[in-house]
């Protein structure tokens, strides 16, 4: 069995940091893609970046130079730094991973339970 467990969320205000962290355990053969999605209240879930196991990057316009994403791969953990945050910011973050169990040829997409950023004075 595969989890994602995410952690460092929290309250911050206006113009604030914080550094996400998720890491995967478990029964995991090789990962693929590992990325960050966020999901505010009445909103569909959104991509905010995401990071190749050779470390490309993608990231959504709305965080272009603001946030950094980055893995260990030693780890099987992906980060995300943010910087500069907003209030618009303000959204539960999710963590996405494409994983090849063990005695498995086939991948799968897994998801941390969430963990809510809050960007508020």
């Known amino acids: 069995q595969v989890q994602l467990v995410e952690s460092g969320g929290g309250l911050v205000q206006p113009g604030g940091s914080l550094r996400l962290s998720c890491a995967a355990s478990?029964?995991?053969?090789?990962?693929?893609?590992m990325g960050w999605y966020r999901q505010a209240p009445g909103t569909q879930r959104e991509l905010v970046a995401d990071?190749?196991?050779?470390?490309?990057?993608n990231y959504a316009d709305s965080v272009k130079g603001r946030f950094t994403i980055s893995r260990d791969n030693a780890k099987n953990t992906v980060y995300l730094q943010m910087n500069s945050l907003a209030p618009e910011d303000t959204a539960v973050y999710y963590c996405?991973?494409?994983?090849?169990?063990?005695?498995?040829?086939?991948?799968?997409?897994?998801w941390g339970q969430g963990t809510q950023v809050t960007v508020s004075s």
């Open positions: 996405n991973a494409v994983i090849r169990p063990v005695l498995y040829s086939s991948f799968f997409t897994y």
């Open positions: 478990g029964s995991i053969g090789s990962i693929a893609d």
């Open positions: 990071i190749t196991s050779g470390g490309g990057t």
